[in-house]
């Protein structure tokens, strides 16, 4: 069981350009949730997805942000024209019957 | 708001030494979470205690919970430099949207050898 599997780890945009971060959840898992975590702070909730429906984006901003969940493939965040603001740590958390198991993190970094 | 708070921000103690770190929340709770991260690296999960229980361990980790006071706290015995590392303490609120994840800011370990 591979668990949560991010991708890229890390990815440099420069500013305008599209960020798309991919999430692959745990093998059984069909609840996926995006946290964004700035520096020096915690994680904050973006928003749940389960195959093909959204279910909460009450923490994803109005604008630029968008997250989907197919019924194949992974999880996709994507941010739209980049800003110096969208820097930050992006997780992906997988849940089941025994709770949550958070991805490894891509760090994006807006230059 | 019912975000989390983390007290100390930072600690620094000698290896061997126990490190005590504390938690508050603001609302109902279905569980507490304590995690570790390593510098620049992703979330690993230590404990789950549960809104019903008041002491929970696993290994040198003692986690307490007080639901009259919405405080948590986490203890490590005999601390080691691998332990350096920031901890978070994290609730699902009981109530509507409860799947969701609260952290607190954190607190940064820093264990010298």
């Known amino acids: 069981n591979a668990g949560v599997m991010q991708n890229p780890r890390h990815l440099v945009r420069r500013r305008g350009q599209e960020a798309r971060l991919r999430c692959s959840p745990m093998k059984g898992h069909s609840h996926v949730y995006w946290y964004r975590q700035l520096p020096e702070e915690g994680l904050k909730f973006m928003v749940y997805?389960?195959?093909?429906?959204?279910?909460?984006e009450s923490g994803m901003p109005k604008e630029r942000f968008s997250a989907e969940f197919p019924k194949e493939g992974p999880s996709i965040l994507r941010i739209q024209q980049v800003v110096r603001g969208d820097s930050a740590a992006y997780f992906c958390?997988?849940?089941?019957?025994?709770?949550?198991?958070f991805g490894s993190g891509t760090r994006l970094t807006v230059v | 708001s019912q975000q989390g708070e983390e007290d100390p921000q930072a600690l620094s103690i000698q290896e061997g030494e126990n490190a005590t770190m504390n938690c508050s929340y603001k609302?109902?709770?279905?569980?507490l979470q304590w995690y570790r991260q390593n510098s620049g690296r992703g979330l690993v999960h230590l404990i789950l205690i549960r809104s019903n229980e008041r002491e929970k361990h696993s290994g040198r980790l003692r986690v307490t919970l007080d639901t009259s006071k919405k405080s948590s706290s986490l203890l490590i015995t005999a601390s080691r430099a691998a332990d350096t590392a920031s901890y978070f303490c994290a609730t699902d609120y009981s109530g509507a949207g409860s799947y969701q994840l609260t952290f607190g800011k954190g607190t940064k370990l820093s264990v010298i050898p």
């Open positions: 997805l389960q195959k093909e429906n959204i279910i909460d």
């Open positions: 958390a997988s849940s089941g019957n025994y709770g949550y198991t």
């Open positions: 609302t109902s709770i279905n569980n």
